[in-house]
């Protein structure tokens, strides 16, 4: 195997955000088949887990340049709260302090975002990171033959209305996650070239 160049993998990480962001753009124009797309290069850039194939671009990235993926989102879900909370809120993220969500949001770096439990769905805590992987590894990675139960249902039921374009729960969480990992991605690149 050859071990790539850092210039080698920023150029890799340059070229997601890139295609995420057109991917974005897709979204918004009311093409929703992109988010099958976005949920891949997700998994890619941010997704984490034991297997050695879960080496996240973005993250790895940052940890070896010593940047900070700061990002914002509620406080974590206590678990006593799962006992008797049907849904409880969105795996809400933004980049940067919302003046709107201030009181409500915390600081986290993306890493540990990923992995806490912010989501509450029938009972049933879950984090962005897990979000994530149901989606991708069942829609987009992988196509299996069955669905998650839990992903069907927030497909199916939980319709919103979210900044002008009708989406469900999943595909508002990918669409967020898709603009702060994009945004996250650009920062990082302009981190490396600046400092160099």
């Known amino acids: 195997?050859?071990?790539l160049t850092l210039d080698d993998r920023i150029k890799q990480l340059e070229d997601q955000a890139s295609i995420l962001s057109d991917h974005i753009q897709r979204v918004e124009q009311g093409d929703h088949k992109y988010f099958i797309p976005i949920a891949t290069i997700l998994r890619a850039l941010v997704a984490t887990g034991r297997a050695r194939n879960f080496t996240p671009l973005?993250?790895?990235?940052?940890?070896e340049l010593n940047y900070s993926l700061k990002c914002y989102g509620p406080k974590e879900v206590d678990n006593s709260e799962l006992s008797f909370l049907v849904l409880v809120r969105g795996l809400n993220i933004t980049v940067d302090p919302h003046p709107v969500y201030s009181t409500r949001h915390?600081?986290?770096?993306?890493e540990k975002w990923m992995d806490t439990t912010l989501f509450v769905?029938?009972?049933k805590g879950?984090?962005?990171?897990?979000?994530?992987?149901?989606v991708a590894d069942s829609e987009g990675a992988h196509f299996d033959k069955r669905l998650p139960n839990d992903l069907v249902e927030l497909r199916e039921d939980i319709k919103i209305s979210f900044q002008k374009f009708n989406i469900n729960e999943a595909q508002r969480f990918l669409y967020q996650?898709?603009?702060?990992?994009?945004?996250?991605?650009?920062?990082?690149i302009e981190y490396y070239r600046t400092n160099r």
Request: charged share 20%.
């Open 1 to 3: 195997m050859v071990m």
């Open 58 to 63: 973005l993250i790895s990235l940052a940890k």
């Open 106 to 110: 915390v600081e986290y770096e993306l």
């Open 121 to 123: 769905w029938k009972r």
């Open 126 to 134: 879950y984090t962005p990171n897990l979000f994530l992987r149901t």
């Open 177 to 188: 996650l898709a603009i702060a990992t994009q945004e996250l991605s650009i920062r990082c």
